[in-house]
């Protein structure tokens, strides 16, 4: 009896535990992650910048590219006329600083996608089959992350076409090896559930039990990687168009402002040249970083009921 | 005699242990170790015994969800411990199985219409959506679910539900053989019930044969027609129930046995106590595996290996008590 009365009690605790944490999946995401006010405020300033990056054309007020060799027009204050000044060639920093968040954005946006694809894969591939597979390729991993990220991007950097995509692919290729281990991590526990077992009796192929029996129950932790992915990706974009090896001029990015902008001269005689593209980079990549963590946390049976 | 369905002959499986990659294994686990047995079609052959005896591992050898270190599996006489996927195929319909965990036997991120129409689909057993509706419906239907259950997802069902949906999804391709792995344990008492009687009513219906794996023996008496116990990876006596429950020939098999509980506080039963833990399958007794723990061993059994015996027409019993 007393048996018997355990296997009851054990049997309701889980199935009760798994009803909480189940019940209207994205409801119950959204309960917790509001509860997170700073991740909330990020969320908000994430979307005013993207959106203020796809409609900068409306909101510019004058030609980004536009060079006034004009004395008069150059290096002016902030006023009604040029809302954060001109630089020093008379460019208005506003209509600069919306159009070179397009850059960033699509760079660290395509260097998110490329490193997840390719992270997620490979670590998929490592974790599902194990052993010596497994053994080898992280130890490639391993090496990988054993090199200096900023030494081998600039030899990569000297490679590649510098546009958008040559950026994101030489960022991409250098960051991708977080997500592997996170991938792989969870696939060597994934792939001892029964339901795996079950389609592999079921005579499922490999691929099809990875990528649609697997992966989607890995989509939490890859999603608040990704995000934390797009705020590392814009500041290491910045780096390197701040050392001359992003995108070419006429093209910049909120990195390449500042790259304009370190002439000491400069900076004495027009500070706003610097500080607002700072500001922008800081404020995206912060508001990336707190909207991760407030996707992690919510995401996170875990950690659900801490707070 | 008929050919039985499912033959399983001398089969091994061997876990190394300790071993870091590229290095040699420490030791082996010898989870199952050498058995033989044969279930006829429309039977059900119970596997009886505790934790860690190799029974859930024999379950998954036969299916080849592992695969054995040594030994034959043989389905309706074909050897299939060979072919390699494609080869494969073919028998995976024939054979599937149930789990224990009606919680991870499911795949989370899918609803039971997917879990039902895929095996379908990949198998081309429907031409069309319309056909695969109506069979994921119909084998809704089969195990007292409602078709209209299909949009759901498992999290929105109980244990006792999920095992039905579990059951579905094994009879999808039709099989003749299915693997019941302790498919009631995880189960309310309640529930475990309707569970196994519903494993009886597919069975009249369907023709099917089972492998029910358990470690609860009035529940393996009342589903099997046949039983197996095991005893650190070997099975020890094999018969059929009635037989095995009324007259144990093996001691560990007479010990198991009197920890049934009878329902009825005036009976007095005289209970065999085993003393001791379950030897390391990693380094198992030498002669009989169970002679640690024997309340009956002789010199004779720390020396040699006791070999199985017929006894009568369908009982067959390893121990040296017997000759």
């Given at each position: 009896?007393?048996?018997?009365?355990?296997?009851i009690?054990?049997?309701?605790?889980?199935?009760?535990?798994n009803?909480q944490?189940?019940?209207?999946?994205f409801?119950?995401?959204?309960?917790?992650?509001?509860?997170n006010?700073?991740s909330?405020?990020?969320?908000?300033?994430?979307?005013?910048?993207i959106?203020?990056?796809?409609?900068?054309?409306?909101?510019?007020?004058?030609?980004?590219?536009?060079?006034?060799?004009?004395?008069?027009?150059q290096?002016?204050?902030?006023?009604?006329?040029?809302y954060?000044g001109?630089?020093?060639?008379?460019?208005?920093?506003?209509?600069?600083?919306?159009?070179?968040s397009r850059?960033?954005?699509?760079v660290?946006f395509?260097?998110?996608?490329?490193?997840?694809?390719?992270?997620?894969?490979?670590?998929?591939?490592?974790g599902?089959?194990?052993?010596?597979?497994?053994?080898?390729?992280?130890?490639?991993?391993?090496?990988?992350?054993?090199?200096?990220t900023?030494?081998l991007?600039?030899?990569?950097?000297?490679?590649?076409?510098?546009?958008?995509?040559?950026i994101?692919?030489?960022?991409?290729?250098?960051?991708?090896?977080?997500?592997?281990?996170?991938?792989?991590?969870?696939?060597?526990?994934?792939?001892?559930?029964?339901?795996?077992?079950?389609?592999?009796?079921?005579?499922y192929?490999?691929?099809?039990?990875?990528?649609?029996?697997?992966l989607?129950?890995?989509?939490?932790?890859?999603?608040?990687?990704?995000?934390?992915?797009?705020?590392?990706?814009?500041?290491?974009?910045?780096?390197?168009?701040?050392?001359?090896?992003?995108?070419?001029?006429?093209?910049?990015?909120?990195?390449?402002?500042?790259?304009?902008a370190?002439?000491l001269?400069?900076?004495?005689?027009?500070?706003?040249?610097?500080?607002?593209?700072?500001?922008?980079?800081?404020?995206?990549?912060?508001?990336?970083?707190?909207?991760?963590?407030g996707?992690r946390?919510?995401?996170?049976?875990?950690?659900?009921?801490?707070? | 005699?008929?050919?039985?369905?499912?033959?399983?002959i001398?089969?091994?499986?061997y876990?190394?242990?300790?071993?870091?990659?590229?290095s040699?294994a420490?030791?082996?686990v010898?989870?199952?170790?050498?058995?033989?047995?044969?279930v006829?079609?429309?039977?059900?052959?119970?596997?009886?015994?505790?934790?860690?005896?190799?029974?859930s591992?024999?379950?998954?050898?036969?299916?080849?969800?592992?695969?054995p270190?040594?030994?034959?599996?043989?389905?309706?006489g074909v050897?299939?411990e060979?072919?390699?996927?494609?080869?494969?195929?073919?028998?995976?319909?024939?054979?599937?199985?149930?789990?224990?965990?009606?919680?991870g036997?499911?795949?989370?991120?899918?609803?039971?219409g997917?879990?039902?129409?895929?095996?379908?689909?990949?198998?081309?057993?429907?031409?069309?959506?319309?056909?695969?509706?109506?069979?994921?419906?119909?084998?809704?239907?089969?195990?007292?679910?409602?078709?209209?259950?299909?949009?759901?997802?498992?999290?929105?069902?109980?244990?006792?539900?999920?095992?039905?949906?579990?059951?579905?999804?094994?009879?999808?391709?039709?099989?003749?053989?299915?693997?019941?792995?302790?498919?009631?344990?995880?189960?309310?008492?309640?529930?475990?019930?309707?569970i196994?009687?519903?494993l009886k009513?597919?069975?009249?219906?369907?023709?099917l044969?089972y492998?029910f794996?358990?470690?609860?023996?009035?529940?393996?008496?009342?589903?099997?027609?046949?039983?197996?116990?095991?005893?650190?990876?070997?099975?020890?006596?094999?018969s059929?129930?009635?037989?095995?429950y009324?007259?144990?020939?093996?001691?560990?098999?007479?010990a198991?046995l009197?920890?049934i509980?009878?329902?009825?506080?005036?009976?007095?039963?005289?209970?065999?106590?085993?003393?001791?833990?379950?030897?390391?399958?990693?380094?198992p007794?030498?002669?009989?595996?169970?002679?640690?723990?024997?309340?009956k061993?002789?010199?004779?059994?720390?020396?040699?290996?006791?070999?199985?015996?017929?006894?009568?027409?369908?009982?067959?019993?390893?121990?040296h008590?017997?000759?």
């Amino acid at each position: 009896m007393a048996k018997d009365l355990e296997i009851i009690t054990g049997e309701n605790q889980t199935e009760f535990g798994n009803m909480q944490e189940h019940t209207g999946l994205f409801k119950e995401f959204w309960r917790a992650f509001r509860k997170n006010r700073l991740s909330v405020i990020s969320c908000i300033i994430l979307l005013l910048i993207i959106i203020s990056a796809v409609l900068a054309p409306l909101l510019a007020t004058h030609d980004p590219y536009r060079i006034n060799l004009a004395k008069e027009l150059q290096k002016l204050p902030p006023s009604s006329e040029h809302y954060l000044g001109t630089d020093d060639m008379g460019r208005d920093v506003w209509s600069r600083m919306l159009y070179g968040s397009r850059i960033s954005l699509v760079v660290s946006f395509l260097t998110m996608i490329i490193s997840v694809t390719l992270g997620a894969a490979y670590g998929a591939i490592s974790g599902y089959y194990g052993g010596r597979i497994d053994s080898l390729m992280m130890r490639v991993v391993d090496v990988l992350l054993s090199l200096p990220t900023m030494f081998l991007l600039i030899i990569l950097a000297a490679f590649v076409k510098p546009n958008a995509l040559g950026i994101a692919l030489i960022i991409g290729f250098t960051s991708w090896m977080r997500v592997a281990r996170l991938v792989r991590g969870q696939f060597l526990s994934l792939k001892e559930q029964e339901f795996v077992e079950a389609a592999r009796a079921l005579g499922y192929s490999n691929a099809r039990i990875i990528f649609r029996h697997i992966l989607p129950n890995v989509t939490a932790p890859i999603i608040v990687n990704a995000t934390l992915m797009v705020a590392s990706a814009i500041l290491v974009e910045s780096t390197l168009s701040f050392l001359g090896l992003g995108v070419q001029p006429p093209q910049f990015s909120w990195g390449s402002m500042l790259t304009n902008a370190q002439d000491l001269i400069l900076l004495k005689e027009a500070p706003w040249t610097a500080v607002f593209p700072g500001i922008a980079i800081f404020l995206t990549v912060l508001s990336f970083n707190f909207f991760g963590d407030g996707l992690r946390d919510a995401l996170d049976p875990k950690l659900k009921n801490i707070k | 005699m008929t050919l039985p369905l499912l033959e399983v002959i001398d089969i091994k499986k061997y876990f190394p242990v300790g071993k870091e990659s590229g290095s040699a294994a420490a030791g082996l686990v010898k989870a199952v170790d050498g058995i033989n047995f044969s279930v006829y079609k429309g039977e059900t052959l119970g596997l009886v015994g505790e934790s860690g005896c190799g029974k859930s591992t024999a379950g998954r050898v036969i299916l080849r969800l592992i695969e054995p270190t040594a030994g034959q599996i043989k389905f309706n006489g074909v050897n299939i411990e060979k072919l390699n996927f494609k080869q494969l195929l073919p028998y995976r319909r024939k054979m599937q199985i149930v789990f224990q965990d009606p919680y991870g036997s499911l795949n989370p991120r899918m609803n039971i219409g997917e879990t039902l129409g895929e095996p379908l689909k990949v198998h081309g057993l429907v031409k069309n959506k319309a056909e695969m509706e109506k069979k994921v419906s119909y084998l809704l239907e089969l195990v007292g679910l409602s078709p209209s259950h299909r949009k759901r997802y498992p999290h929105e069902f109980s244990g006792g539900q999920r095992q039905r949906i579990v059951m579905a999804r094994a009879l999808t391709l039709e099989p003749e053989l299915i693997v019941c792995d302790e498919p009631v344990s995880a189960l309310d008492v309640s529930i475990q019930a309707q569970i196994i009687n519903l494993l009886k009513d597919l069975q009249k219906e369907l023709g099917l044969t089972y492998v029910f794996i358990a470690h609860d023996l009035s529940v393996v008496k009342h589903i099997s027609d046949r039983v197996a116990v095991m005893y650190l990876g070997k099975i020890v006596e094999i018969s059929e129930k009635n037989e095995l429950y009324d007259h144990p020939l093996h001691p560990y098999t007479q010990a198991l046995l009197s920890a049934i509980p009878i329902p009825n506080p005036e009976v007095k039963k005289e209970r065999v106590i085993l003393t001791g833990d379950v030897p390391s399958p990693i380094n198992p007794p030498s002669g009989c595996r169970f002679r640690t723990r024997c309340p009956k061993a002789m010199e004779r059994c720390a020396v040699e290996e006791p070999v199985v015996k017929k006894i009568g027409a369908e009982h067959l019993v390893a121990c040296h008590l017997l000759d």
